[in-house]
């Protein structure tokens, strides 16, 4: 996965759109610190990368769903 800084993601964006569409990501850094902000995939990457969650002893128990507005990571989730 390259890294590109955003002037040059904008300026190369029809470029590097067609190299997303083979498959290819990359990352979108900001500033002079070069800080990374975004992280640019082709979609069907992004949707088979969301996992389920396994309950473990509940698994027969129940079941869980996430809505795509539930805003918490997974650390915060399990309380580490």
């Known amino acids: ?10 300026s190369q964006f ?5 190299h997303i569409r ?11 610190k070069k800080e990374k902000v975004a992280v640019v995939i082709p979609y069907d990457r992004y949707i088979s990368h969301k996992k389920p969650y396994k309950l473990g002893l509940l698994e027969s128990k129940g079941e869980v769903i996430f809505h795509e507005d539930f805003k918490m990571s997974d650390e915060e989730l399990l309380g580490l």
């Open 22 to 32: 083979l498959g290819k990501g990359y990352i979108v850094t900001y500033g002079k």
């Open 14 to 18: 029809a470029d590097i759109l067609s």
């Open 1 to 10: 996965m390259d890294t590109l800084p955003v002037g040059e993601f904008k």
